[in-house]
């Protein structure tokens, strides 16, 4: 008798829930409001459409396929939010979390702050995963980050049968281009939320569109071609944590120029490079990096004077202690942090000159 009840009461455990399991009706994030993305592109997770425009490297045609930077907002009342995606390129590195890599990072909007909900991917890439789960039934406002170093090609966003999912008005205001180094893609965060870029919006309400290329940012011209080609209020670069210093030369005037033809009368911010703490006792790479710092410094100084609507500002990712390093190049999740904090002053202030203050 005991060896049949056991699996009687199996089955009926299972049929219950089966029974109790939610259904999800899906809705592709793009039908909702993406925030964060420098121009309009065929699909509508690429941050550049390559077609378009020319002159990348494989490594950066990849890269500006990546979904870095893009975020989608929406409202729901949902207890569980489930997501499911169709990947093309899938970045799996050793040094940036696969949260952050392949996945996706929640936040849900309370009290006027944005607060982490919930981060995650699918073990099996081809299968839905719930982000969130266990929620109350009230209304809320959801700020959903995608992948730094994917490219989807569907990302879909479920909610319980009876759920509201709807788009909201992009929380953020002003368009804000900043083009940068591996730092500005995101590279070593633990999730896709934690890149500087995406700190800064949170924190202050102003709309950063990131087009953060890591190992590829030197002020070329065919990126200055989609930089003159986008729509934007103003500019921040971190262009100066990738090139040589022959090419910092070669390269700064001509790339302002370019660019300034184009929007003329709107700031472009330029960021000193970071202190990266793998100098700390490589005395090689301490005067290397020294060096790049006084020529962009020096060139910096000239472009102030010689360019009208042109800024340089200091970031810093570091604390006292140094321990804000992922890998001594890249800053870890609190070294980022520190960096949007430190920018967050003299940004404001140079875009309050120009009228861009967030809506909020």
Known sequence: MRRLLFPVLMVIAFSAAAQTAPKFVYTEASDL???????????????VDTVRFKGFTKSENNQVRNSAGIGVAFK?????????????????????????????DLYIRENGKWIWAGAGVS????????????????????LMYLPILSEEYSVKIGVEEGSVLEAMPNPFTGRIGIFGS??????STSRAGMAYPAIFSRDTGLQLLSLGCSGNCKLQDYF???????????FIFDTFSNPSIEQIKERLFPFIEKVQAAHPGKPLIFQRTIYREWRNFNKRTDMS??????????????????????????????AKDHETTQDGTHPSDRGYQLWAQSIEKPVKKILKKYGIVAGR
């Not at 390129?89 to 040094?95: A, L, S, T």
């Not at 710092?293 to 990712?317: F, T």
């Open 76 to 104: 729901t009342n949902s207890p569980t939010i489930s997501i499911l995606t169709k990947y093309g390129d899938v970045g799996r590195p050793n040094n940036t979390g696969g949260f952050s890599a392949r996945g996706y």
């Open 289 to 318: 990096e020294a060096n790049r710092i006084a020529v962009a410094d020096s060139l910096m100084k000239i472009a102030y004077k010689k360019y009208k609507d042109v800024y340089y500002i200091y970031p810093c990712a570091s």
């Open 33 to 47: 409001t993406l925030i964060g993305k420098l121009m309009d592109t065929p699909n509508p997770y690429h941050r």
């Open 182 to 187: 591996s730092f500005t893609h995101g590279i």
């Open 123 to 142: 073990g099996d890439l081809e299968q839905p995963f719930n982000l969130i789960s266990g929620m109350d039934g009230t209304l809320k406002e959801c």
């Open 224 to 234: 200055a071609d989609v930089l003159v080609a986008a729509d934007v209020d103003a």
